[in-house]
């Protein structure tokens, strides 16, 4: 049984990955109408995996005696400056799930909940993967400096999850 606390929060989890999804969304649809078919494919990944999140939290809560609730979501930004900006913001945004994925690890300790913590440890372990890969495209948008995109744009989703320096 979950304590409330330990609820609460997995609930407000919930939201945040439910945003992310739209985010994401938001930013495919940019991308798509402004011709960057890899980076909107890129994107609509992305936003796929969030909405995953957010049925592993639903679940987890629901199976722990909780009651996952289905939040009202704000809208996301519909536009962006161009490609860099994107994935800027997606860098910035996933720092932000971060942090929150750590709230829910330093109540879990307090609330002496260490089935909830085993279980937040797939998030730490998926948000340092997120980061790194986001951090990745980044470097290599400074390389190209707003030039060659369409190779870019081309090669972008095999970047899904590449993390900088491991042998995937």
Same mark, same amino acid.
């Given at each position: !049984?979950?304590?409330?606390? /330990?609820?609460?929060?997995?609930?407000?989890?919930?939201?945040? @990955? =439910?945003?992310?999804?739209?985010?994401?969304?938001?930013?495919?649809?940019? =991308?798509?109408?402004?011709?960057?078919? $890899? #980076?909107?494919?890129? !994107?609509?990944?992305?936003? @796929? &995996?969030?909405?995953?999140?957010?049925?592993?939290?639903?679940?987890? #809560?629901? @199976?722990?005696? $909780?009651? =996952? /609730?289905?939040?009202? /979501?704000?809208?996301?930004?519909?536009?962006?400056?161009? /490609?860099?900006?994107?994935? @800027?913001?997606?860098?910035?945004?996933?720092?932000?799930?971060?942090?929150?994925?750590?709230?829910?690890?330093?109540?879990?300790?307090?609330?002496?909940?260490?089935?909830?913590?085993?279980?937040?440890?797939?998030?730490?372990?998926?948000?340092? &993967?997120?980061?790194?890969?986001?951090? $990745?495209?980044?470097?290599?948008?400074?390389?190209?400096?707003?030039?060659?995109?369409? !190779?870019?744009?081309?090669?972008?989703?095999? !970047?899904? $999850? =590449?993390?900088?320096?491991?042998?995937?």
């Amino acid at each position: !049984m979950l304590k409330k606390t /330990v609820e609460e929060i997995l609930v407000r989890q919930i939201e945040r @990955e =439910a945003y992310s999804s739209n985010l994401y969304l938001s930013m495919a649809s940019w =991308a798509e109408t402004n011709g960057l078919g $890899g #980076v909107s494919e890129w !994107m609509y990944s992305q936003a @796929e &995996e969030e909405k995953m999140h957010l049925l592993k939290f639903m679940k987890y #809560v629901n @199976e722990r005696g $909780g009651k =996952a /609730v289905i939040p009202a /979501v704000a809208q996301p930004p519909a536009e962006f400056k161009n /490609v860099q900006d994107i994935f @800027e913001q997606t860098l910035e945004h996933e720092r932000f799930v971060t942090e929150s994925i750590n709230e829910i690890v330093g109540v879990c300790l307090e609330e002496k909940d260490f089935t909830t913590h085993n279980w937040i440890q797939w998030f730490v372990t998926e948000q340092i &993967e997120e980061e790194a890969s986001v951090s $990745g495209i980044i470097d290599k948008l400074k390389l190209l400096d707003g030039h060659n995109l369409y !190779m870019f744009d081309r090669d972008v989703v095999g !970047m899904r $999850g =590449a993390i900088p320096g491991s042998q995937q």
